[in-house]
């Protein structure tokens, strides 16, 4: 074993009754890093180069619990561009200084791991008409098991299998094509007499693309985890940092801080595709949500019904929770359930049907912008519904609303306070109320704008006019009516929200009573003008950054085209063929080495322009956005690209994702 001379030991100077005595203690191992390809490993190798790499994922949850764990400072490397059938579980414990990191090596697409099981296999047990198993692989964790569409019931048996009569009175369990039996890594099923195998017919589904469990010190980064009922799963566990994972095609939760977890750090990740909440932590401390990208949470899962609230991020009885400068569109807000003492700011909310409920004591809601509006012909999601649980007081300040159905600002308590302050409130396509306010609700220095006829709520009382909603409830005595002059009439990015100078919502912010915005309090604080006016989530000085990056257009040979773009994040939109619709199902290119699929509907009416329209958020890690695709697609079924500043960045590294 080699040492590093000034750290080869630890000497202790150890007093006792005759002398003192020297104990010398070595220092830590070097860490150890581990190689795992789907495409070339072997797991009778040791895992030490990628010339000897490990092949399944399985080996990572053996090696786990085993007499010799992974340690401190260890790394487990997956090859990028491989793909596996199967999860990580892992329990270990690493330092602030020596985490245990989960991650990629190679070049290429990030590798990914899929849940689906799609080589099950299923054998028929002699004797048994109709009943089949399958070995799901070890270590893994059955989540949803389908057939024909219907979810199927997990049953265990009840104890060991050690004889004959065991195993009778269990398989006398199993209902028909109703529930499934598991023992460790196999599964029972019972199946119609006369009918196929299972194989191909019935599909399972792993619990999670990684579990980490009572584990410490933990990084998760740079991974593919696509078909699992949940997609990164955190138990008891602290100091875990995920960061860097596109998770898709999950049925529950993208990513969940399940139970207790503490100081943990979830940034820079996308969610597309799920069926529940998108980033979720329940009974946690100082968790933080950091620029991660949620978009399109359904109902329909790969042709799988699936409930869920499907909420962009849910925060449930947990403590001092962070939540900052991520991104939600076709998906549910930021949701509370008696949360405590934590700060939701610098959000962008975009076509969310829920903008959610800071319900709670003692949490701050600011810097976020609400774009709220629905595409023609549908409704809009409602605002801000704040319920105090206890003593304290929830404040709500310097947001940008837009377009909020039913009510923009609504709240009410009778066991702590509750605070409006310094918020634009705007509506051009609504009708909803401006407030719905009832008892403990202070609200002041807020902007107010309507292209319909006004409507402010007061202890159920309607209002038509701010002047009398004023005078009446003693409510937003020096609020404005004013229109804000949003940068663009129509916006669609966290840009288009910046106040020309002339608007009339301009003022200088009040103080937020007993509370100070840590960092600042608008959602460009990370690059605020000191001293400037304040109203809503941005500052007006910033209206020239506007147009800082003019957009860029192509109509012909747009792929393989680099196009230079300074740091930032942008918006590329896609226009198809009207064609596209009726002799194109699908089309699959790769945007800045992340690879999109594109559906088509043939029902789908090809003059609107939605129908041909597809949109996609990208971070560059380069100067440069470009996209691709293999040598036999036909590109001449684009019609035109074009590239938008949509941000600047708010975090590191390169990220993309449907929008």
């Not at 909310?349 to 709220?372: D, E, F, M, T």
């Amino acid at each position: 074993m080699h040492f590093n001379s000034k750290l080869a030991l630890t000497v202790f100077l150890i007093s006792t009754r005759s002398g003192a005595a020297f104990a010398a203690i070595p220092a830590p191992a070097s860490p150890t890093m581990y190689y795992v390809s789907a495409s070339s490993g072997n797991d009778s190798n040791d895992g030490l180069s990628p010339e000897k790499a490990w092949q399944h994922l399985s080996i990572i949850f053996r090696k786990s619990t085993s007499k010799d764990p992974f340690r401190a400072g260890d790394n487990i490397l997956l090859r990028r561009g491989d793909r596996w059938d199967g999860q990580i579980r892992l329990q270990a414990n690493g330092t602030s200084q020596r985490p245990v990191r989960i991650g990629a090596y190679g070049d290429g697409a990030k590798p990914a791991i899929l849940g689906d099981n799609p080589q099950a296999h299923w054998e028929p047990i002699a004797g048994h008409v109709g009943i089949y198993t399958t070995d799901i692989g070890e270590g893994s964790i059955p989540g949803l098991i389908v057939l024909g569409g219907k979810v199927l019931k997990v049953i265990y048996p009840s104890g060991p299998l050690d004889s004959h009569e065991d195993i009778e009175t269990f398989f006398a369990r199993l209902e028909l094509a109703s529930s499934v039996g598991r023992l460790g890594d196999r599964l029972w099923v019972r199946m119609p007499e006369g009918s196929n195998l299972p194989n191909g017919t019935l599909r399972i589904f792993r619990n999670a693309g990684v579990s980490v469990a009572n584990s410490s010190y933990i990084q998760i980064e740079n991974l593919d985890i696509e078909r699992f009922s949940t997609g990164i799963d955190i138990t008891e566990s602290k100091h875990v940092t995920v960061r860097h994972n596109d998770i898709q095609d999950v049925f529950g939760i993208g990513i969940y801080l399940r139970w207790g977890d503490s100081d943990c750090l979830v940034e820079s990740n996308t969610v597309f595709r799920g069926g529940g909440t998108a980033l979720y932590t329940l009974k946690g401390f100082r968790n933080t949500f950091r620029d991660n990208w949620v978009s399109y949470l359904k109902t329909n899962i790969l042709g799988i019904q699936v409930g869920g609230d499907k909420m962009g991020v849910g925060l449930q009885e947990s403590q001092k929770s962070l939540v900052e400068y991520n991104y939600y569109t076709h998906s549910g807000g930021m949701d509370f359930y008696h949360e405590d003492d934590s700060t939701v700011r610098y959000n962008y909310l975009h076509r969310v049907w829920s903008a959610g409920s800071p319900n709670g004591v003692n949490l701050s809601v600011y810097g976020n912008i609400y774009n709220l509006g629905a595409p023609s012909g549908k409704r809009g999601s409602t605002g801000i519904n704040v319920g105090v649980t206890g003593p304290g007081t929830i404040s709500v300040f310097n947001n940008t609303i837009l377009n909020a159905s039913s009510y923009s600002l609504m709240g009410t308590s009778d066991k702590g306070k509750i605070v409006f302050s310094d918020n634009i409130v705007s509506a051009t396509t609504a009708a909803g109320a401006m407030t719905s306010f009832g008892s403990n609700v202070e609200s002041n220095h807020n902007c107010f704008f309507t292209t319909r006829e006004p409507l402010f709520v007061h202890f159920k009382a309607k209002f038509a006019s701010m002047k009398a909603y004023q005078e009446q409830s003693g409510l937003d005595r020096d609020s404005i009516y004013a229109d804000p002059q949003f940068a663009s009439t129509m916006p669609i990015t966290p840009l288009d929200f910046l106040v020309r100078p002339g608007s009339g919502c301009i003022s200088k912010a009040s103080d937020i009573p007993s509370f100070n915005a840590t960092g600042g309090r608008t959602y460009d604080d990370d690059r605020g003008i000191a001293g400037s006016p304040i109203v809503g989530a941005l500052h007006v000085d910033d209206v020239v950054r506007r147009v800082d990056t003019p957009s860029q257009s192509c109509t012909s040979q747009c792929f393989r085209h680099k196009f230079a773009v300074p740091p930032g994040v942008y918006i590329v939109s896609l226009k198809f063929a009207p064609a596209a619709l009726s002799q194109q199902p699908k089309f699959t290119f790769v945007l800045n080495d992340r690879t999109f699929e594109v559906e088509f509907n043939p029902s789908a009416v090809a003059e609107l322009d939605d129908a041909l329209l597809r949109y996609f958020l990208v971070r560059p890690d380069g100067p440069s956005i470009m996209l691709e695709t293999k040598e036999a697609t036909d590109t001449s079924i684009v019609t035109e690209v074009n590239i938008l500043r949509f941000d600047t960045s708010h975090g590191d590294g390169p990220q993309s994702t449907s929008w």
